[in-house]
């Protein structure tokens, strides 16, 4: 490893999860709630998640058939590639801007969408401007 020729001044981006149990107002920290209540709404949908992530700018990846192991019953995860900020910060910018999206996103078949991304029901994904991510070929 030539040290001498590496740049560590470029910042460091990595991808983290986020489900919405992390920013739901009506579930505990045992339950697996990550930020505190005042900053989380009840019941996100995933759905407007993705798209309040993609509209701050973030890189997402959607994947509709996760589920968090404390929450089993709600599907959905983003897989965000972030680029210097913590994943809490992140979950508060996603948090703070959910509410925008539910009233843009006025579109009754994406209303439709968001409350019935808490259950196994397939998404229509050309509706929004984020994409699913692409399945694992199992070897």
Same mark, same amino acid.
């Given at each position: 490893m030539d040290i001498d020729n590496m740049d560590f001044d470029q910042p460091q981006t990595q991808e983290i999860m986020v489900y919405p149990v992390y920013i739901d107002k009506t579930k505990s920290f045992r339950q697996g709630r990550k930020l505190n209540q005042e900053?989380? !709404?009840e019941e996100p949908s995933i759905v407007y998640m993705a798209e309040a992530a993609?509209?701050?700018g973030y890189g997402v990846q959607f994947e509709p058939q996760k589920r968090h192991p404390r929450d089993p019953l709600v599907f959905g995860r983003l897989k965000? !590639?972030?680029?210097g900020k913590s994943k809490k910060q992140v979950m508060k910018e996603i948090a703070f801007a959910y509410p925008t999206m539910v009233l843009e996103l006025s579109d009754p078949k994406v209303k439709e969408m968001a409350e019935h991304s808490?259950? /196994?029901i397939p998404?229509?994904?050309?509706l929004l401007?984020? /994409?699913?991510?692409?399945?694992k070929k199992k070897k």
């Open positions: 900053l989380c !709404v993609k509209r701050l965000i !590639v972030k680029a808490r259950s /196994q998404l229509d994904m050309s401007s984020i /994409q699913e991510a692409p399945k």
